[in-house]
């Protein structure tokens, strides 16, 4: 059994509230859920302390049981000081599409055969 760390939403339309909860990874999102060790509130400022709470006891017993935190949780974790999220780094995420390289050569080609008309 797959165990995951995840978040789990609550809370009214265009009012969420998550719990942090331990979970089978086969379960749906906001169905059947092992334990709570935490909750979420996006609601509140970046800098309230009740935005994110933590059972931290809860959640190393868990870790060390094999339970993987999703990415969303592994920040807040890695907030907490309790795991370490490694950075992430995509150069190619800026580079244009193919398309988009062709169509910015021949306009740079059709920019300096004008130039080259006008001098």
């Given at each position: 059994m797959s165990l995951k760390i995840r978040l789990t939403r609550g809370g009214a339309k265009k009012r969420p509230y998550y719990r942090i909860v331990v979970a089978d990874s086969r379960s749906p999102r906001d169905g059947r859920f092992i334990e709570k060790v935490g909750t979420y509130d996006p609601m509140k400022p970046k800098d309230d302390a009740g935005r994110v709470t933590l059972e931290v006891e809860k959640i190393q017993a868990w870790l060390a049981k094999g339970a993987q935190p999703t990415d969303r949780v592994l920040r807040f974790l890695d907030a907490?000081?309790?795991?370490?999220?490694?950075?992430?780094?995509?150069?190619?995420?800026?580079?244009?599409?193919?398309?988009?390289?062709?169509?910015?050569?021949?306009?740079?080609?059709?920019?300096a055969a004008g130039e080259g008309e006008a001098a």
């Open positions: 907490a000081g309790l795991l370490k999220r490694p950075a992430r780094n995509n150069p190619q995420k800026a580079v244009p599409g193919k398309k988009a390289q062709e169509r910015a050569e021949a306009k740079a080609a059709a920019a």
